[in-house]
């Protein structure tokens, strides 16, 4: 069964940065994608970055501030959010589908997503 787990929301003032994680189990990172979503208080889920395999392809809404790293021995990917404003506030899930399959067709996996609240 393949599952995933977000971890590191939190509070963080506005210009701060977090790390947040998302181990997989049940398979390997390099035989999916997985993307990273947020969904803020009230609106739609939004789509930030998907990988599958070394390819990134993150959302201009988050270029230049938020970056996607892998550990493939711990079988986890990273999303790091800098320069964090209010607007970042809500909950960040991973979720994963079939290798090379783009994001916005739709996933198949999700986690339970971690909340991250960005606030003076």
């Known amino acids: 069964q393949l599952q995933l787990v977000e971890s590191g929301g939190g509070l963080v003032q506005p210009g701060g940065s977090l790390k947040l994680s998302c181990e997989v189990s049940?398979?390997?990172?390099?035989?999916?994608?997985i993307g990273w979503f947020h969904q803020a208080p009230g609106k739609e889920r939004e789509e930030l970055s998907c990988t599958s395999g070394a390819s990134t392809h993150l959302m201009d809404s988050v270029k230049g501030r938020f970056t996607i790293s892998k550990d493939n021995g711990k079988n986890t990917i990273f999303l790091q959010m800098d320069g964090l404003r209010l607007e970042d506030t809500g909950t960040y899930f991973c979720?994963?589908?079939?290798?090379?399959?783009?994001?916005?067709?739709?996933?198949?996996?999700w986690g339970k997503g971690t909340l991250v609240t960005v606030s003076s």
């Open positions: 979720a994963s589908n079939a290798y090379g399959r783009r994001c916005d067709l739709g996933m198949e996996y």
């Open positions: 049940g398979i390997t990172l390099d035989q999916v994608t």
